[in-house]
């Protein structure tokens, strides 16, 4: 939860300089989610739900420590900011302190893509990211089940994040051409949305910062550049990007192996505007 951009002024917090800097600050907590994650296996039995003996058998391990997680951060505020989004709403409960008090920066909306980012990081993210550890799950006795869910909760959370702000640059956008997106929205015209939306430059300058960041993080420096690096920086790449040929018409975005952080990221963007008129 670390927060740079002031949410209490929706100017600044709608500022596209404050916001690109906020999401250079999650690509940085993302990473190093990331590296403390791939230091344990795949361990796919805690993704499995009813495989370990948890107090709610219809939850897998890794969904159980997420939702009590998600339940104890409620009590402290958490989802009452307006760039923190749950997986288990039904979970949140009442906050022990006093409210915080933000003023109108959204449009009211329904926006929650946590179910799909959750499948996507499960199924492809960290099979991606945990390959080089080329071991079978040994069991609850022998692997560190508790560790690697406490860093896939940690790096999910940012995830989640990062990809919600996507309304805060939709609603920048909306403010400075408001006559354009109104036109667009009216046609339903998601793939102009997402035209509209996309600026290819920026999504490669991304790209590019993330693996020399994703190096330079991954270095242990008394080895030097020509060690093996803590974690695999095409995975990591692979996790933002997305091909233009994943994109369609009617529902702009398709479920490849691509379609991770920047293209989510858009989606929730599209969507938000689609809602925004309402």
């Not at 409210?99 to 499948?119: E, F, G, Q, S, W």
Request: charge should be positive; include cysteine; aromatic fraction near 8%.
């Amino acid at each position: 939860m670390d927060t740079l951009i002031d949410l209490s002024d929706a100017s600044k917090a709608l500022d596209l300089s404050n916001i690109r800097f906020q999401l250079i600050r999650l690509e940085d907590t993302i990473t190093f989610h990331l590296i403390e994650r791939v230091q344990f296996p795949l361990n796919r039995t805690i993704y499995i739900p009813g495989a370990l003996n948890l107090p709610d058998p219809r939850l897998s391990f890794f969904d159980w420590m997420l939702r009590e997680q998600e339940r104890l951060h409620s009590r402290v505020r958490r989802y009452e900011s307006p760039d923190e989004y749950p997986f288990f709403p039904e979970a949140l409960e009442k906050p022990i302190l006093k409210p915080l008090h933000y003023p109108k920066i959204l449009h009211r909306n329904t926006v929650n893509l946590n179910k799909k980012l959750k499948r996507s990081y499960v199924d492809h993210i960290l099979p991606a990211a945990c390959s080089h550890r080329g071991r079978e799950d040994r069991g609850e006795a022998q692997e560190h089940y508790g560790s690697s869910g406490t860093c896939d909760v940690a790096c999910l959370q940012a995830l989640s994040r990062r990809i919600h702000f996507g309304k805060f640059v939709a609603e920048a956008k909306f403010q400075q051409e408001q006559d354009r997106f109104e036109r667009m929205i009216r046609a339903g015209d998601r793939a102009g949305l997402v035209a509209a939306v996309t600026n290819e430059k920026v999504e490669k300058k991304i790209l590019e910062r993330l693996r020399v960041k994703t190096k330079a993080y991954g270095m242990d420096p008394a080895i030097g550049a020509d060690g093996t690096g803590k974690i695999d920086v095409d995975a990591v790449i692979a996790m933002y990007k997305v091909r233009p040929a994943a994109i369609e018409m009617e529902t702009a975005f398709v479920n490849t192996r691509q379609d991770f952080v920047i293209p989510l990221t858009k989606e929730v963007e599209v969507e938000y505007l689609m809602q925004r008129l309402g």
